[in-house]
């Protein structure tokens, strides 16, 4: 008898998307994916309508903050095996979930980032800002934890045992870095996949204006920072991609 399929929960935090998320939904491949969560981080538009009539279940994350919508959306989720995130702005590939989520269902990896660093990215699709902070985190993760990432990547995949193994906090800027390091510090086993990426539907609430830029960077490096003093060097891993 050959094993049950995993089942793929997909979350998706979401702050006034209503020209994107639809889109997002529709992009999802037809198969493989077990349900689909939209967090719903305060939205004023008509994201939560377009999310449900696009077939997602919508909870609401009442804290601001792109972490608080990913805990939300988490929280809220049926049984499953496998957790992917990504963004509602339709920056991302959602058809790519598939190679995403391969070395999870092959028995490679626990965790899984889509690099658009290593993948296509359309002109303008990562601001300057975006390319430097990208640059220094991984830097620093690579100094003080001993992995090479090449990106903190919002389109990744984790096993769902793993991630609750993580316990994650973060509620704003410093999620996906926190999740990237306390992978490390857990000894799973880490990979990227190249994903492409493109310029997203309306404006960026981080990287498209200034305080978000100041603000997301520093949260950034202080989490960094903070887990390198609290929680201590990183197990051995998986292998790190190539260069």
Not at 62 to 81: I, K, N, T
């Amino acid at each position: 008898m050959e094993p049950r399929p995993l089942r793929v929960s997909v979350v998706i935090p979401a702050l006034n998307e209503e020209a994107s998320i639809g889109r997002v939904l529709a992009d999802l491949p037809a198969r493989g994916v077990h349900e689909v969560v939209v967090a719903d981080n305060g939205s004023t538009d008509a994201t939560a309508d377009r999310a449900r009539a696009g077939g997602a279940r919508v909870v609401a994350a009442a804290r601001r903050g792109y972490g608080s919508a990913c805990l939300a959306g988490v929280a809220a989720l049926l049984p499953c095996e496998v957790i992917v995130f990504l963004d509602a702005d339709y920056s991302d590939y959602p058809g790519q979930l598939i190679d995403v989520i391969a070395p999870i269902v092959s028995g490679q990896a626990d965790m899984v980032i889509g690099s658009r660093v290593r993948g296509q990215r359309e002109a303008g699709s990562m601001l300057p800002q975006q390319r430097f902070g990208n640059w220094l985190a991984t830097g620093m993760i690579r100094a003080f934890f001993g992995h090479r990432y090449s990106d903190l990547g919002p389109f990744r995949a984790i096993r769902r045992e793993a991630y609750e193994r993580l316990g994650m906090r973060d509620r704003d800027y410093g999620w996906t870095v926190e999740m990237q390091v306390r992978a490390l510090q857990h000894g799973l086993g880490v990979t990227e996949v190249p994903v492409d990426y493109r310029r997203r539907v309306g404006q960026s609430k981080i990287a498209g204006t200034v305080k978000g830029t100041i603000l997301a960077g520093w949260k950034i490096i202080t989490t960094i920072l903070r887990l390198r003093l609290t929680g201590g060097p990183a197990r051995r891993t998986g292998a790190e991609p190539p260069a």
